[in-house]
Nanobody, 123 residues
């Protein structure tokens, strides 16, 4: 059974940085796409970043490009989302997800989801 567990959320001041982690277990494939998403109160789930399971290439959404970075530690089965220069509008629940596809850029292409971790950006 596949499990994804996010951690690292919390309260951060505007302009600050935070790194989220997602530990993945139970996945029988080695080559799968992994992504980070977020959902603000009353809003739709938004894709932020994803990694290809083929070559590890990254896609970053324009809304966070230049501030957010996705990376993966295969030895630890962990994917990270480094978030810098955080803004109040980054406040949301952040989710990681894994896909049975090797490349997945759409929300509906993801099959397994974590429970989410809350990030609040406030002064």
């Amino acid at each position: 059974q596949v499990h994804l567990v996010e951690s690292g959320g919390g309260l951060v001041r505007p302009g600050g940085s935070l790194r989220l982690a997602c530990v993945i277990s139970g996945f029988s494939k080695d080559d799968y796409a992994i992504g980070w998403f977020r959902q603000a109160p009353g809003g739709e789930r938004e894709g932020l970043a994803c990694l290809s399971g083929v070559d590890g290439s990254a896609y970053i959404a324009s809304s966070v490009k230049g501030r957010f970075t996705i990376s993966r530690d295969n030895a630890e089965n962990t994917v990270y989302l480094q978030m810098d220069r955080l803004k109040v509008e980054d406040t949301a629940v952040y989710y990681c997800a894994a896909s049975l596809r090797v490349i997945a850029t759409k929300i509906y292409e993801y099959n397994y989801w974590g429970q989410g971790t809350q990030l609040t950006v406030s002064s």
